[in-house]
């Protein structure tokens, strides 16, 4: 007998219905609410949503178990489409040398930064890793968070990055859906150091075609940044990850335009991610194209820096725009999308619904799960969230609260069930 969940009472029950594809412009702004909206889940996947009148009189509604969701928002589960989830312990002393006034580089320079993270990660057992991830996992579902992308790239040698895509994939379905990159080129090692081609070379001819053929990873991903790997570099990365049958994500215009987006674009990268220092020629580019603009605004926050993407402007134009969390042990330690959205809205002007939409379906549409997810429609994944707020817009509004009650994955309670029902 198929186990049946009918979720009702929904103040709001934003739906994102439309047509397939991530959605660009105006229609970032077009949530498909349904007022007083009912949803009917079968074995995980939704079956029917409309008004109450109408699917509460269905007869397979009415033996279903009930969730009731009165005066709540429902809204699709985050896909959150950039993490660094498997990290170890925080870089406390890095938070407070920035603080101090020192810069990204500088404390990198004193030891600090992505390397001093690749040291943690080497010396740990993968069971310390999975207790750390599983953990900052939870708190994500507990936030709203139904799909995440974990990404590998602190390891840097064959050990490392191998025991790091190998924890993503025990973490998948504890409790979140977990899609894995690997950033084997995130930065040059330090067996490396002063030789980054040498690196890239030994990536392309053992590390990456042990990762492709044991199906360790979706995705590939590069650094291209001051500091990080120029775009020659990233171009043969990149390449070699596409002919092994990768996708590809790119890290790029954080700190330098490289000219990492027309890279993107020409490789049919599925994601170009941060892109705060965007050139506004670009802009054009991505709008034409299939590929994602993902934002982390959490990293210029806590960072303390003032420029953020140029959203608004790659909106305007017509691009696909995703939010996500960065969440990183250094510069973006932050699981929770709400206050993503927050920062997506006061410092890059997006709109409620916008932010909504770039953390959902578009997220989804960057892991390439827009079949799947991100939207609240007949046939996909019933990944939700009930808000407990009675409009939408108060989930950014009240930045740095948790307002989620329960978030479902393929119609199972995977966080606040307990204390929803005590409720």
Same mark, same amino acid.
């Given at each position: 007998?198929a186990?049946?969940?009918?979720?009702?009472?929904a103040?709001?029950?934003?739906?994102?219905?439309g047509?397939?594809?991530?959605r660009?412009?105006a229609a970032?702004?077009?949530?498909?609410?349904?007022?007083?909206?009912?949803?009917?889940?079968?074995?995980?996947?939704?079956?029917?949503?409309?008004?109450a009148?109408?699917?509460?009189?269905?007869?397979?509604?009415?033996? $279903?178990?009930?969730?009731?969701?009165?005066?709540?928002?429902?809204?699709?589960?985050?896909?959150?489409?950039?993490?660094?989830?498997?990290?170890?312990?925080?870089?406390?002393?890095?938070?407070?040398?920035?603080?101090?006034?020192?810069?990204?580089?500088?404390?990198?320079?004193?030891?600090?930064?992505?390397?001093?993270?690749?040291?943690?990660?080497?010396?740990?057992?993968?069971?310390?890793?999975?207790?750390?991830a599983?953990?900052?996992?939870?708190?994500?579902?507990?936030?709203?968070?139904?799909?995440?992308?974990?990404?590998? &790239?602190?390891?840097?040698?064959?050990g490392?990055?191998?025991?790091?895509?190998?924890?993503?994939?025990?973490?998948?379905?504890?409790?979140?859906?977990?899609?894995?990159?690997?950033?084997?080129?995130?930065?040059?090692?330090?067996?490396?150091?002063?030789?980054?081609?040498?690196?890239?070379?030994?990536?392309?001819?053992?590390?990456?075609?042990?990762?492709?053929?044991?199906?360790?990873?979706?995705?590939?991903?590069?650094?291209?940044?001051?500091?990080?790997?120029?775009?020659a570099?990233?171009?043969?990365?990149l390449?070699? $990850?596409?002919?092994?049958?990768?996708?590809?994500?790119?890290?790029?215009?954080?700190?330098?335009d490289?000219?990492?987006?027309?890279?993107?674009?020409?490789?049919?990268?599925?994601?170009?991610?941060?892109?705060?220092?965007?050139?506004?020629?670009?802009?054009?580019?991505? $709008?034409?194209?299939?590929?994602?603009?993902?934002l982390?605004p959490?990293?210029?926050?806590?960072?303390?820096?003032?420029?953020?993407?140029?959203?608004?402007?790659?909106?305007?134009?017509?691009?696909?725009?995703?939010?996500a969390?960065?969440?990183?042990?250094?510069?973006?330690?932050?699981?929770?999308?709400?206050?993503?959205?927050?920062?997506?809205?006061?410092?890059?002007h997006?709109?409620?619904?916008?932010?909504?939409?770039?953390?959902?379906?578009? &997220?989804?549409?960057?892991?390439?799960?827009?079949?799947l997810?991100?939207?609240?429609?007949?046939g996909?994944?019933?990944d939700?969230?009930?808000?407990?707020?009675?409009?939408?817009?108060?989930v950014?509004?009240?930045?740095?609260?948790?307002?989620?009650?329960?978030?479902?994955?393929?119609g199972?309670?995977?966080?606040?069930?307990?204390?929803?029902?005590?409720?």
């Amino acid at each position: 007998m198929a186990k049946r969940l009918l979720v009702r009472g929904a103040r709001q029950l934003l739906t994102l219905r439309g047509p397939s594809g991530p959605r660009r412009g105006a229609a970032m702004r077009e949530l498909g609410i349904i007022e007083s909206g009912v949803m009917l889940v079968e074995d995980g996947v939704i079956t029917n949503i409309g008004p109450a009148r109408r699917v509460e009189n269905l007869g397979a509604a009415r033996d $279903a178990e009930e969730l009731d969701a009165t005066g709540c928002v429902v809204m699709p589960g985050f896909v959150d489409s950039h993490t660094h989830l498997i990290h170890g312990p925080p870089r406390l002393s890095d938070y407070e040398a920035q603080i101090e006034g020192k810069s990204y580089k500088e404390i990198s320079a004193a030891g600090g930064g992505i390397l001093w993270t690749v040291k943690m990660v080497r010396d740990a057992t993968a069971r310390r890793l999975e207790a750390q991830a599983g953990a900052d996992a939870r708190r994500m579902a507990a936030c709203g968070t139904t799909t995440v992308e974990v990404k590998s &790239g602190y390891g840097l040698d064959e050990g490392g990055e191998l025991k790091c895509l190998r924890v993503a994939a025990w973490l998948d379905s504890r409790p979140l859906e977990v899609i894995r990159t690997f950033l084997g080129a995130h930065v040059t090692p330090p067996e490396f150091s002063g030789h980054a081609d040498r690196y890239i070379d030994w990536l392309i001819s053992e590390l990456l075609p042990a990762v492709a053929a044991r199906r360790l990873a979706q995705f590939a991903d590069v650094y291209c940044d001051e500091g990080a790997y120029t775009l020659a570099q990233a171009r043969r990365y990149l390449s070699a $990850a596409k002919d092994a049958g990768l996708g590809l994500r790119i890290h790029a215009a954080q700190f330098q335009d490289l000219g990492a987006v027309r890279m993107a674009v020409e490789l049919g990268a599925r994601s170009v991610d941060h892109l705060e220092n965007l050139d506004l020629r670009d802009i054009d580019m991505l $709008a034409r194209s299939p590929v994602v603009a993902t934002l982390l605004p959490g990293s210029v926050f806590h960072m303390g820096l003032s420029r953020y993407a140029p959203a608004r402007a790659l909106i305007d134009a017509g691009a696909a725009v995703a939010l996500a969390t960065d969440y990183n042990p250094g510069t973006s330690p932050t699981w929770n999308m709400q206050m993503v959205l927050a920062l997506a809205c006061t410092q890059m002007h997006m709109t409620p619904a916008e932010a909504i939409t770039a953390a959902t379906l578009n &997220g989804a549409h960057a892991l390439g799960l827009g079949g799947l997810t991100g939207s609240l429609e007949a046939g996909k994944q019933a990944d939700f969230v009930v808000m407990g707020v009675p409009d939408y817009r108060e989930v950014p509004y009240h930045f740095g609260a948790n307002h989620a009650r329960v978030t479902v994955k393929r119609g199972e309670m995977i966080a606040g069930a307990k204390e929803y029902k005590e409720s």
